[in-house]
């Protein structure tokens, strides 16, 4: 991980600083926010959205490995990154056509089946029209073959969040040494304690039976190695993300969510957008104001705006739009308006902008709790599902432990919840008050919201799942043809079956879902997490085979 | 979650997998008066949604190798019978031999198919590398190969049946659980469900992984064990591997799909029964992963998108179990599909539809019958050939 200070990697044919702890993602956004790809079915301009490594804005080709996360490579000497899936390059594709010549989109289902003959033709273009990009080259897998990163600590601190570096500090005051670790490249050392930065979790499979066993966590660094954290207990601090929305031409360059517009703007690289407008009213918003105000044009809302943030908005002469619905985005390759428009059949409005930030909504990272069996809580407040935990932070299996957003608590108890569930795990006896949850319970904002969106006129593509392009109209058309729930729906449209494993189209599925079949966004199905969290290179699992105790598949 | 409409029926049929569906549909057409078919879960929970989609006609006995066969035929105009396209792609598919004792063995197969005029081949070494792109050098010394195999989606063909079974007015109930089997003077009269009593005088067992359980429930003693089987799916990318490729060594099989994914598994020791749940286990992706990247080095720096597990529906002579139980007049069986129920649902149902309306078919009862196992019956073969 040790890089030379001067060593340089190739995009597009030009060479570019690398620096160490910098990702690719870094280097480009010094020229504004490149549009890196294009989507898969339509070949839509697409840029990065998340900043985070979930989305699949920011998709590239290096060293011949294809889907790497550009927001989360960080280059080495001579990498060469290219860009993937747009013909003959990214900012001129010709298979953009089908976006022009499938207004209602292609269907799979039912299309191509006549005449008979034509069968091995419509095999042959369809499968040569999805992909993300080229198979990988024979060298690119050689260069993954290394052996596997393997430890064993008493305990392991997945994400070093804010409140992952507090339960570390804490463990390491009470005299233990436990493993950290975090898919982000900069992590700032903890003493005492053993940081793995860049490495991320993929499988957490439930403890096996046998008395005494430990975890294994699976998981791999970038670039690509094998990963296996072996520890009796583990605390998932895994946090908590910026969720997406749906409306027209949702997915244009420039739509971020707040997670890509601050990791943006703090990467040090200016600020990719100069008057943006922000969705979303909360504590979320308060924080890109407060940090990015002097580029925000607009503040619009889905019900009414807190005084806390009309107060920051004002101070800075930002307008605001309490009670909106956003309807569309406007633009070519990039956003350049959008239009809103007053809740209860209002009048619209269009706003002139260069990017719309999302921070409307934050959703939990859970998968690891479903992974390993923990009993979960859906919340309708938020939409989500949370694991159970008790005051100090136990979930339902023994020896795994939640703190933070992903728990379900918030504000300075998220961060104090580390300190108390490193008492809880050594034995200690800290006093213990409850802890404060996320809003319990009570109705979903949301749900309303898209009540009134989905009866408006339709102006662009609404896109329902960015990475495989299925369109809202496509999830409509299952629930009308009589299928119901969202694995089938799932399974039916192709919805979150794609490389963000459902994170950002799932969670407004179910809410659309249940507004269309009637029933309660929790009836309308439990969203299995399937393993790994994120996609995990071949090579990475192949190192640890024989590593892992051959444990019997319970 | 709904209660079957009406309390009493022709037949009843647990299980709306492939098998069931199917079934459902050669009865409906036949018109054998109100059918039922209740599954606990949705629609595609079962092994009929969480498969390899391959279909293949390379088989170690004739009687297999015919139902593939008339099941290729059935998937070909699947789609104009259906109105969903399922996407069969008949690419090939690949046995690799890794010695040359593997592949003497797979000849017998190799000669049966050819008498049967399908045009399977014996490939050298070369052969194989131009058929799998990125073989790693001396991967297989050959194999052998069928070029009307193929792949499809198994998704569309359960829409395709859900919505043609519908509209031939069988009623489907979802989300409702089947306790039982009810009888009377040892004649079934219907079903114990978790929504009330159902009449019915036939009852299918088409309940996949689960059908042994449900047997034993109605007091049958069946061999039907269940095996979990797991498998995974990669990043989508452009293609590069047409044909589905087996390697009997390790049961590793693996194919590109039409999105462009590697949809494979291999075989691993599971403990049988149903009790493990359909979640993935530790050992699965890195063996699976090794596997894989050894045989196809440059797959290495692909990703593993989601990995997943389902039942198998184990004999002990590797053939399916279909027809009346006459133990238990009126229980008919339509599983023991192992890994291949997908592959012989067209052909094999319209013979289970025809003994459930009390006609005779062309199986032979020592290969396909319930009553092979009891007493002292003999299974009169065993279909070996059970990978991929
Ligand atoms: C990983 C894997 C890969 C495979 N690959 C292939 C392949 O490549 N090619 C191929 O041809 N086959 C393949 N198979 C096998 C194939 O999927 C099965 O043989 C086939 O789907 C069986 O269909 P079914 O309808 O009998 O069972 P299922 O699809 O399992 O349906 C049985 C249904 O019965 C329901 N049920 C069970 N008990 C009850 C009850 N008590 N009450 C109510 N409902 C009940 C279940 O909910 C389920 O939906 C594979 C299987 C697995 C697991
Ligand atoms: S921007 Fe890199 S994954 Fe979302």
Known sequence: ?554 | MSAPARSNYSVAIVGAGIIGLYTAYHLARAGTGPILVVDRGFLSSGASGRNGGGVRQQWETRATLRLARESVAAYRRFGREFGYNIWFRQSGYLFLAETDAELARLRPVHDLVRSEGLDSRVLDADGVRRLVDGIAPGAAVGGTYLGTDGTLYPFPALWGLYEAVRALDVEVALGVEVLGVTTADGRVTGLATSRGPVTASRVVNAAGGWSGDLSRAAGLDVPNHATRHEILATEPMKPFLDPMVVRPSDGLYFSQTMRGEIVGGLTLPHAPGTGGGMSSSAAFLPRMAASLSRLVPRLGSLGVLRAWSGYYDDTPDGFPIIGEDLRCPGFFHANGFGGHGFMLAPSATRRIARAVMGEATDLDPGLFGPGRFTGAARPAAVERLQLG
């Not at chain 1, 301009?45 to 985070?52: K, S, W």
């Open chain 1, 1 to 554: 991980m040790v890089e030379p200070s001067r060593s340089r990697f190739w995009f597009e044919g030009r060479s570019h600083d690398a620096e160490p702890g910098r990702t690719v993602l870094d280097r480009l956004l010094r020229h504004g926010l490149p549009s890196l790809q294009r989507s898969p079915r339509y070949h839509r301009p697409r840029a990065p959205f998340c900043g985070i490594g979930q989305c699949t804005g920011c998709l590239v080709r290096v060293n011949g490995r294809p889907n790497v996360r550009a927001c989360r490579y960080v280059p080495g000497e001579g990498d060469r990154v290219e860009t993937e899936n747009a013909w003959p390059s990214r900012r001129f594709d010709l298979l953009a056509a089908f976006d022009v010549m499938f207004p209602n989109g292609i269907d799979t289902l039912h299309g191509f089946r006549r005449p008979a003959f034509m069968t091995p033709l419509y095999h042959r273009v369809i499968r040569r029209l999805a992909g993300y990009g080229q198979p990988p080259s024979r060298e690119s897998a050689t260069e993954l073959r290394g052996p596997p990163r393997v430890g064993s600590a008493d305990v392991l601190i997945v994400g070093a969040g804010r409140s992952g570096r507090v339960a570390a500090e804490a463990l390491v005051a009470e005299g233990r040494h436990p493993i950290l670790l975090d898919r982000r490249a900069d992590v700032a050392p903890v003493a005492g304690a053993d940081v793995w930065a860049s490495t991320t979790a993929s499988f957490l499979p439930p403890r096996p039976s046998t008395p005494g066993a430990a975890f294994d966590l699976i998981g791999y660094t970038e670039p690509a190695r094998g990963v296996l954290v072996r520890a009796p207990q583990v605390i998932v601090a895994t946090g908590s993300y910026d969720a997406s929305l749906l409306f027209g031409s949702n997915d244009r360059p420039g739509v971020l969510t707040g997670d890509g517009a601050l990791g943006f703007a703090r990467s040090g690289s200016p600020a990719p957008f100069h008057h943006a407008v922000v969705f979303g009213a909360g504590d979320r918003a308060r924080v890109v104001l407060d940090e990015l105000g002097d580029h925000v044009s607009a503040l619009v809302a889905p019900g009414e705006i807190p005084p806390e943030t009309v107060r920051v908005a004002s101070a800075a002469g930002i307008p605001l739009y309490p009670r909106s619905l956003l309807c569309t985005t406007e633009g070519r390759s990039r956003v350049r308006a959008v239009e809103i428009r007053a809740r209860g059949n209002g009048s619209s409005t269009r706003l002139e902008c260069d990017a719309v930030v999302l921070v409307h909504r934050r959703l939990p990272n859970g998968q690891l709790f479903f992974q390993a069996g923990a009993r979960m809580n859906w919340r309708a407040g938020t939409g989500s599902y949370y694991p159970v935990v008790g005051d100090d932070g136990a979930t339902s299996v023994p020896g795994l432990w939640a703190i933070g957003s992903a728990s379900g608590t918030v504000g300075a108890a998220s961060v104090g919840s580390g300190e108390r569930v490193a008492a809880a795990v050594t034995g200690g006896s800290l006093p213990l008050s409850p802890l404060e949850r996320v809003r319990s319970d009570g109705s979903n904002e949301l749900e309303g919201y898209y009540r009134e969106l989905v009866r408006i006129p339709r102006r662009g593509r609404w896109i329902a799942c960015p990475c495989e392009d299925v369109l809202l109209e496509e999830i409509e058309q299952t629930t009308r043809a009589g299928y119901r729930g969202v694995e089938v729906v799932k399974r039916y449209s192709g919805l979150g079956t794609g490389l963000c494993q459902g994170r950002y189209c799932l969670p407004d599925a179910l809410l659309l879902l249940s507004i269309a079949e009637g029933r309660p966004p929790s009836e309308v199905g439990y969203i299995t997490q399937r393993p790994p969290v994120h996609p995990t290179p071949i090579a990475a699992l192949a190192a640890l085979d024989g590593v892992l105790t051959p444990a019997e598949g319970t």
